[in-house]
């Protein structure tokens, strides 16, 4: 695990990105730079005044799945270092596959950067500026670069079979074999690659290679491909292609044509690298693209334990219907969180405290439990709930209170409200019948047991002290009802409420005022740490007890909680009112997480 960095320094913790773009803009490596408008068809143009101490990042997903916690990861750091700098991050659509990708990921993920609290709506000078963005959208600026590399003997069209390319390519211990067709002249090079864009070629007939070493030691350098045919419809620009960039040919444009500073991505991009700064440069070269061009940096990916975040393997349990749906409450997925009830400060806070790092490391699935409990122990208001109900009956409740009287009381809703401000206060009441946990309850208690037991006295929770007198069971032995007495003049907050002593206050829930709810429940997906590491098979650690739904009793204030508001049920943990299918009176819950340590007791 990354060494936690300090939680409680407000100032960004450094790492080595951090190093890199201080380093910059020391040295002023970006300083010529104009920001004008950008070179082919980039459809943006930058107003104001060139500014060095200005970086530019961006946040570039594939628009072919939702959005998850490792993209969280990224778009924190990408959208988190421009903010902290003063700079600007793109939001880019890496849309250069047409087969894959659809218009319902792209509307999916921007809703999830925009909820986990990032914009791209404005230029650094906080002026209304979008800086929304579609590789697609280079098509035309990409195609003409690769013209002209093959003008300047650097691309050629390769007619080997895919079989024939392959084995030709050699691997990391034997160098690889020119192609018969790479000495061709770039006239007919060019002539051929016409041919490919006007369709006269079939799909996989033929590639455009970058022309550089065929026994370089990194294999990515060996004439990597950077056209293909393939004639598919793409969700932006229809038909108009049959021939496609490749994606390592294709980003470097996109970030340079973009004026992208400083391009973060994950570390199996950096054996690419090498491809990357041979592409800009020689784009640059020959005016193509600007000086200074972007550099690539490379992280280590979020892995979190007992979570996969393959793409690939996340849409298997939605498809497979092991899940509900992509927003499924145990998916790692963004909109799954916020179902579940994480909340944008939460994946924030987590994001932050994990850092970056070039070691590829495993996070404990904890440190995401603890940045929720943080983020919400001072905001989550409280409420009782009672998650597995046994009626208590106080026998003598009629005699001493009143026949059928309800007594009002009230909690205050946050224990440590903000500076100078007051807690709101929840209220409800107290009658004959209230509903408590089963577990509360011990005919024979065992060793060190302090709640309800024949001869005991505990408190109910801002309610009265009560004194246990027996129980009523069923025919095969099943605790029906607990009864009890109520000791009078010991309601909480009055003065005589500390006057007889008890060792317990439990949770409850007045039979007259609460409200049936649903509680989903809900545990870790898989049993296995790492569900899908070396190979093995997710499915198989799937945990069949990842989901489990109860009917719950919940204090008034909580049943009428609007949707998303999130709790902490007292003693039980935090829960959220469910996005989807909660309504004010018709309480539908979900278990975010537990409490830290089990302090219901007194
Ligand atoms: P694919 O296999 O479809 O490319 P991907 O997870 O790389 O899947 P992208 O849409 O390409 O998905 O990802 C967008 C960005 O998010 C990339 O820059 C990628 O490096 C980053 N990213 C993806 N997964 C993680 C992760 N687990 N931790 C940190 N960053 C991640
Ligand atoms: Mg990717």
Not at 169 to 192: H, I, V, Y
Not at 411 to 437: D, M, N
Not at 575 to 584: L, N, W
């Amino acid at each position: 695990m990354n060494a936690p960095t300090d939680d409680n320094t407000p100032s960004k913790p450094s790492n080595f990105l951090r190093g890199i773009i201080d380093r910059d803009l020391e040295q002023g490596t970006y300083a010529s730079r104009r920001w004008g408008g950008s070179p082919g068809d980039a459809a943006h143009h930058e107003q104001g005044q060139p500014d060095p101490a200005k970086i530019r990042t961006r946040f570039p997903p594939e628009p072919n799945g939702y959005l998850h916690v490792g993209h969280a990861k990224s778009i924190c750091l990408n959208f988190g270092l421009a903010r902290d700098y003063g700079g600007v991050c793109h939001m880019r659509f890496d849309d250069t596959n047409p087969e894959k990708e659809e218009q319902e990921y792209v509307d999916a993920i921007l809703d999830a950067v925009k909820w986990l609290g990032f914009g791209w709506d404005s230029n650094f000078n906080g002026q209304a500026e979008s800086h929304l963005y579609y590789a697609s959208n280079y098509f035309d600026h990409m195609y003409r670069a690769a013209e002209y590399l093959i003008e300047a003997g650097l691309a050629y069209v390769d007619e080997q079979t895919p079989e024939e390319m392959r084995a030709n390519r050699g691997d990391f211990s034997t160098p690889g074999k020119d192609s018969p067709f790479r000495s061709r002249t770039p006239q007919e090079n060019l002539a051929r690659f016409r041919e490919m864009r006007d369709g006269k070629h079939p799909d996989g007939s033929m590639v455009l290679r970058a022309k550089i070493d065929m026994a370089a030691p990194n294999i990515n350098m060996r004439d990597p491909a950077i056209y293909r045919i393939r004639r598919a419809t793409h969700h932006n620009t229809g038909d108009k292609w049959c021939i496609y960039p490749m994606y390592t040919f294709a980003h470097p444009i996109e970030d340079a044509l973009e004026q992208i500073t400083h391009s973060i991505c994950t570390l199996e991009f950096e054996d690419q690298r090498p491809f990357y700064d041979w592409l800009v440069d020689r784009l640059a070269e020959g005016g193509l693209l600007k000086q200074p061009t972007p550099r690539q940096y490379e992280f280590a990916r979020l892995n979190l334990t007992y979570v996969i975040t393959s793409k690939r393997k996340l849409k298997a349990l939605v498809d497979e219907k092991h899940v509900e749906g992509w927003d499924d409450p145990r998916m790692p997925t963004i909109v799954g969180l916020r179902r579940r009830g994480y909340t944008p400060e939460a994946i924030q806070l987590f994001c932050e405290r994990i850092g970056v790092s070039k070691a590829d490391s495993w996070i404990d699935y904890s440190t995401l439990d603890i940045a929720l409990r943080d983020d919400l122990e001072h905001k989550a208001h409280r409420g009782m709930a009672v998650l597995d109900p046994v009626k208590l009956v106080l026998t003598n409740w009629d005699e001493v209170m009143g026949n059928g009287h309800l007594e009002p009381c009230s909690l205050p809703a946050l224990p440590h409200p903000p500076e100078g401000t007051e807690s709101p206060v929840r209220q409800f009441t107290i009658g004959k019948e209230v509903w408590i946990e089963r577990e509360d309850f011990e005919e024979v208690p065992p060793k060190g047991y302090k709640r309800l037991f024949p001869g005991n006295k505990v408190r109910l929770k801002g309610g009265y002290v009560i004194e246990c007198t027996g129980c009523v069971k069923d025919a095969d032995g099943q605790v029906t009802e607990v009864l009890a007495t109520v000791v009078p003049d010991t309601k909480s907050g009055t003065p005589g409420a500390d006057s007889v002593k008890v060792k317990a206050a439990i949770t409850w829930v007045g039979v007259a005022d609460g409200v049936a709810a649903e509680v989903r429940l809900y545990d870790r997906l898989f049993t296995d740490a790492q569900p899908d590491a070396g190979g093995k098979d997710f499915l198989a650690s799937l945990n069949p007890e990842s989901k489990k739904v109860v009917t719950a009793y919940v204090e008034p204030s909580l049943a009428q909680a609007h949707a998303d508001q999130k709790f902490q049920f007292e003693r039980h943990g935090y829960f959220v009112a469910d996005r989807k299918d909660h309504a004010p009176g018709k309480p539908v819950f979900n278990k975010i997480t537990g409490m830290k340590d089990g302090n219901w007791a007194k």
